[in-house]
């Protein structure tokens, strides 16, 4: 079995790791294990986690998992929506696509710990991207069917579930809360996802497809 070790945002990633992709990857011989991004250390304390704030937390947070020399890949999950201006690449970035800078980001950041077993990975644009993969499932779920076609005409504006904005009222977590006041991502974020399908959402979400499809070629090694 390859193990995975997966710098996760925060407790809805990691749930998501643990109830979608783990059945999903271990046919694969793949283990992907979620580590939750650290935010602030107490000395002999409990840690704080979730989030990303500041790149220095997470260059600590990746630098120990990269110590592990039993893992066969160290990655992260984390939004692109809000994503701290002091990572590596982020001055160099040249693309005007979201697509493209996330890829220019992401390969700054494979540059910056040279080490094989790391793939940086960010989602387009956040974690909610992938409700609008599946519009009934989404609104049925928040027991209001009725909105999915709200939903549905959101998506249809773009070429992709990914491709919603980032702006701070219309990013996809804005734009289900505003729909949904409802809402809670740590407790509906992976129940729908689950609802939706890895199938169906990878169909629809290239760049978290790409992804998937790197943590399954783990097990062909």
């Known amino acids: 079995m390859?193990?995975?070790?997966i710098l996760a945002e925060g407790q809805t990633e990691e749930r998501f790791?643990?109830?979608i992709l783990q059945p999903h990857l271990w046919p694969f011989g793949v283990d992907p294990q979620p580590?939750?991004?650290?935010?602030k250390r107490i000395k002999d304390g409990i840690d704080f986690k979730g989030g990303i704030v500041k790149f220095k937390k997470v260059e600590e947070d990746l630098r120990r998992l990269l110590g592990d020399s039993g893992a066969a890949m160290v990655t992260t999950l984390v939004d692109y929506y809000g994503f701290p201006r002091d990572f590596p690449g982020w001055g160099d970035v040249t693309a005007t696509s979201p697509s493209d800078r996330v890829k220019e980001l992401e390969k700054a950041l494979d540059s910056y710990f040279e080490d094989r077993r790391f793939r940086g990975y960010l989602m387009l644009h956040e974690y909610e991207a992938m409700l609008f993969s599946g519009p009934d499932e989404t609104a049925q779920t928040l027991n209001d069917p009725g909105k999915a076609s709200s939903l549905r005409?959101?998506?249809?504006g773009y070429t992709g579930p990914e491709k919603i904005d980032d702006g701070v009222t219309t990013a996809p977590s804005k734009?289900?809360?505003t729909l949904f006041p409802s809402y809670q991502k740590t407790l509906h974020g992976p129940l729908i996802v689950g609802r939706i399908g890895l199938s169906k959402i990878r169909t629809v979400c290239p760049h978290f497809d790409e992804w998937?499809?790197?943590l399954e070629a783990l097990g062909t090694e």
């Open 2 to 5: 390859h193990r995975v070790l």
């Open 212 to 214: 998937l499809r790197a």
């Open 17 to 19: 790791v643990k109830d």
């Open 35 to 39: 580590k939750i991004a650290t935010t």
């Open 153 to 156: 005409a959101i998506r249809d």
């Open 175 to 177: 734009r289900v809360k």
